[in-house]
C-alpha cells in the first residue's frame, strides 16, 4: 500500500482511481448502489451543511449498515486506504469551498468528480460501448446531485428553517439545481431541458458555495 500523504495534499489521478476502486468494492458489499461520484456529492453536502455531521452519523447513512466500514472491508490495509482518501477529499472540497472565488474556473475553485459517459463511450470499442449503453448509463450529474440530496433529505429537520422565514426561498433556489439535476429526464419541464446538464451543474456548485455561506452567517461553525 502506498505510504499516506499529507491530509492537506489534493488527490492525483491515480489516487481518485484507487479511490474509484475502493468505491466499488464497498458498491458489491452494500445494499444500496454507491459511486464515487455519488460520495462525492454526499461529501459536498457534508461540507456546506447547517451543522458539521460527524462521520459516526454519516457513514451509516453513506453505507446504509450500521456496522461501519470494518464490517464493509475485508482487508485492514483497504479499510485504511479507503479512509486515508476519503479523508483527503473531504478536506479538499472543504478548502475550496472556503476559497473566495468569483468564477468556477479559478484553480481554487471545486472540481467535482463528476462521470463524464460520454467521453468514455468515445474511448471504448463500438462492441463495449453499445453494451454499456444498453446497460443504462445516468444522465451527466445525476449521481453527483442524488448524492448531495442524499444529506439534505436524512438530515432535514437540519435543513428546515422557521416557517414564514424570509430566507426559506433563497435556500429553496440554491438546492433547485441539484433537484433538476437528479430528477429523471422525463419529469423535467421544457424550460428545464432547454439548459445544458453541464450549466445546471454550475449552478449547482454555485449554491453549494451559497449555501456553506448562507449556514456560516446564520452562526454556523466553519469546517476543517
Not at 428553517?161 to 433538476?180: G, H, Q
Request: net charge negative; proline share 8%.
Amino acid at each position: 500500500m502506498p505510504a499516506p500523504r499529507p491530509s492537506n495534499t489534493p488527490l492525483d489521478d491515480d489516487e481518485i482511481d484507487d479511490l474509484a476502486d475502493l468505491v466499488d468494492l464497498i458498491d458489491e458489499r452494500t445494499d444500496i448502489p454507491l459511486s464515487l461520484e455519488g460520495m462525492d456529492g454526499f461529501l459536498v453536502a457534508l461540507a456546506c451543511s447547517p451543522r458539521v455531521i460527524p462521520p459516526d452519523e454519516y457513514f451509516p447513512v453513506m453505507l446504509d449498515r450500521d456496522d461501519g466500514l470494518e464490517a464493509v472491508f475485508e482487508d485492514d490495509a483497504d479499510a485504511a486506504r479507503f479512509l486515508s482518501l476519503f479523508e483527503r477529499r473531504r478536506s479538499e472540497i472543504a478548502r475550496a469551498l472556503a476559497a473566495p472565488i468569483e468564477d468556477l474556473a479559478d484553480s481554487r475553485a471545486l472540481s467535482p468528480l463528476i462521470m463524464d459517459w460520454n467521453g468514455l463511450l468515445a474511448e471504448l470499442p463500438p462492441t463495449e460501448a453499445r453494451q454499456l449503453k444498453a446497460a443504462g448509463i445516468p444522465p451527466y450529474a445525476q449521481l453527483w446531485a442524488a448524492g448531495f440530496l442524499l444529506v439534505v433529505t436524512h438530515w432535514e429537520s437540519d435543513w428546515s428553517l422557521p416557517v414564514d422565514s424570509k430566507d426559506e426561498a433563497f435556500v429553496d433556489e440554491a438546492l433547485n439545481p441539484f433537484y433538476v439535476l437528479a430528477a429523471p429526464l422525463d419529469e423535467l419541464s421544457p424550460e428545464e431541458r432547454a439548459v445544458s446538464r453541464e450549466d445546471h451543474a454550475a449552478l449547482a456548485l454555485w449554491g453549494a458555495y451559497e449555501l456553506r455561506e448562507f449556514w456560516l452567517d446564520r452562526g454556523q461553525a466553519a469546517r476543517s
